[in-house]
């Protein structure tokens, strides 16, 4: 019978809650437990999709399509475990299948109430993921702070649920924030209290206390907490500042989270099997040289929104001794040529990430230009791919004014078009092309030998695509088309075979690098500036 574990965050937001759960995953992964992680967000929009990547960050897509919140991507990253359109649940979604069966008439005339019909309905989605992946504990998230009027509904259905599947089958972690006042050299427990004393009055008493701290919590302290919110003094969990958030796993291991867990859960425990994990910390701590890699896109003002590419970057530096030093570069201070030059100057990589809309983009292509004519090693990612394309078509393969209907509707010379599929499409909400897509690679290309196989899956969110009707003029000017979807209808891959990495796919692979390990496309973007730095010394 799957075990449940609910994570919820007081004092304030932005805790780190993802990474906690994330990591209390990997700790369960590592004792050979079969884990998903499960995120329930507060807000009404249906999905994150339609959210500006200023407002939320990056939008994680899942390999059946879903479009979701970025924690999502740390579960997937720490506990290895591709997940779907189960995992990620928000108020939008969960108020609109209740209002789609009242208006079926599925409720035979009741009154529809938060409690029970909206309560029900999360309830339910607990349960959908747990049938799906059956897994031996599910850990649950719930967004935003204790105290929000908007979460209410989702920790009213925990007390329910955890009633329901009775004691040693669920447990509620609470993580808080101790803040530090340097006058009094104190660290504060009051608020983490006040905390714990909200949540009662919602019916749920936490087992286990995580807080948030700068500095080692004294014991003196930690009885203190476990008195005043009822909690055992080995469940009182000290998470610390981090330097690297792969990290954090260690550091509740060390205080036998995991076994604290399982014992509330009545479950034996096993021994973990770290090595692996241990030997990548190692790694990060000590890295035998830096690398600086650009990323040049638009939302260069919140790394968040680009946070799966600047994992994935990390973890092909891991793989090579090397620390990834990012240099974010607005691409519209780049529209400027010398400008772009200028900032290009002393990146060793660059990586061109996905995005919507015309802003920024010449300096995109400026960018490219650069990377392509100076052999800077440079991946191009989705919209990355599409402005690669524009960039050799009009500067090597003569197509002057080749443009994508994205950013000219008229464009004379549209080398990127919105794909047929998407013409009779209305609507923004989950209307893309999502999810997981076969890709064939050509043999002997530089992609195909960077995965080591040529058939390949990966995940999608586009509209537009390579326009085929210029597939030969531009193909004939030099740009190999070294990945096509089976049908060998759309380009997926584009790359030019004379330079060290210069390599562009119209998917996503930022979503499945894993720290230990790392994408082929990064790795080969990485292991390229190596090869470069060890011919330069
Ligand atoms: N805007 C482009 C498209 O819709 C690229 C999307 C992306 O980068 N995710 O095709």
């Known amino acids: 019978m799957t075990k449940y574990i609910f994570i919820t965050g007081g004092v304030v937001s932005s805790l780190g809650k993802g990474i906690i759960a994330a990591s209390l995953g990997r700790l369960l992964r590592a004792r050979g437990f079969s884990v998903i ?73 009741a009154t529809v109430q938060v409690i029970p019909h909206i309560t029900n309905e999360i309830k339910s989605r607990i349960m959908g993921a747990t049938k799906q992946f059956k897994p031996d504990f599910q850990l649950i998230e719930i967004g935003g702070t204790i105290g929000d009027i908007e979460s209410l509904p989702f920790i009213e259905a925990i007390r329910q649920f955890k009633t329901e599947v009775g004691i040693g089958n669920a447990v509620s972690v609470h993580t808080t924030l101790l803040p530090y006042l340097p006058t009094s050299g104190e660290l504060k427990t009051k608020p983490s209290q006040h905390s714990v004393q909200v949540l009662r009055s919602y019916g ?30 080995e469940a009182v969990i000290e998470c610390r500042d981090m330097k690297s958030i792969y990290e954090v796993p260690l550091a509740l291991e060390a205080q036998n989270m995991a076994k604290v867990v399982l014992d509330m859960l009545r479950v034996d425990d096993r021994k973990a099997d770290l090595k692996g994990w241990e030997k990548l910390v190692e790694r990060i701590k000590n890295p035998e040289k830096t690398i600086k890699v650009a990323i040049a896109g638009k939302y260069t003002k919140l790394s968040d929104a680009y946070i799966s590419v600047v994992e994935s970057l990390k973890h092909a530096g891991y793989a090579d001794n090397a620390a990834i030093d990012i240099k974010w570069i607005n691409s519209e201070d780049c529209v ?18 996905g995005g919507f809309g015309v802003r920024g983009i010449e300096g995109k292509l400026n960018v490219i230009r650069y990377a392509r004519e ?22 090597v393969a003569g197509i002057k004014d080749a443009n994508s209907k994205e950013f000219d509707e008229n464009a004379q010379y549209p080398v990127i078009d919105l794909m047929l599929e998407q013409k009779n499409v209305h609507g923004y909400g989950g209307t893309m092309r999502l999810g997981a897509y076969d890709c064939v690679l050509k043999k002997g290309s530089k992609a195909a030998k960077a995965y ?28 190999v088309f070294s990945g096509m979807s089976p049908d060998g209808m759309l380009a ?7 330079l060290d990495w210069f390599v562009a796919c119209q998917f996503h692979p930022e979503f499945k690098s894993r720290p230990e390990r790392p994408h082929p496309l990064f790795k080969g973007l990485i292991d390229a500036v190596m090869k470069q730095k060890s011919a330069k010394a």
């Open 37 to 109: 992680n499960q995120k329930f967000d507060p807000y009404i929009n249906v999905d994150p999709g339609t959210m500006s990547p200023f407002q939320h960050g990056e939008v994680f897509v899942t390999d059946d399509g879903a479009e979701t919140d970025l924690d999502l991507g740390h579960y997937e990253r720490f506990t290895d475990t591709s997940l779907g359109k189960y995992n990620n649940v928000t108020s939008g979604s969960v108020y609109q299948t209740v209002i789609e069966k009242e208006r079926r008439g599925d409720y035979l005339g």
């Open 204 to 233: 749920i008493q936490p087992e286990i206390l995580v807080c948030r701290t700068t500095k080692p919590i004294p014991k003196t302290e930690k009885e203190k907490l476990a008195l005043f919110c009822s909690v055992p003094k």
């Open 336 to 353: 400027d040529a010398s400008k772009c030059k200028e900032l290009m100057k002393d990146v060793q990589a660059v990586v061109v990430p």
């Open 374 to 395: 100076n052999n800077v090693p440079f991946l191009g990612l989705c919209l990355g791919m599409q402005c690669a394309v524009i960039e050799y078509a009009r500067n």
């Open 452 to 479: 080591g196989k040529e058939k390949i899956s990966e995940r999608h969110r586009h509209r537009y695509e390579v326009n085929n009707e210029y597939l030969n003029q531009i193909s004939d000017a030099g740009l």
């Open 492 to 498: 997926e891959v584009v790359e030019l075979p004379h």
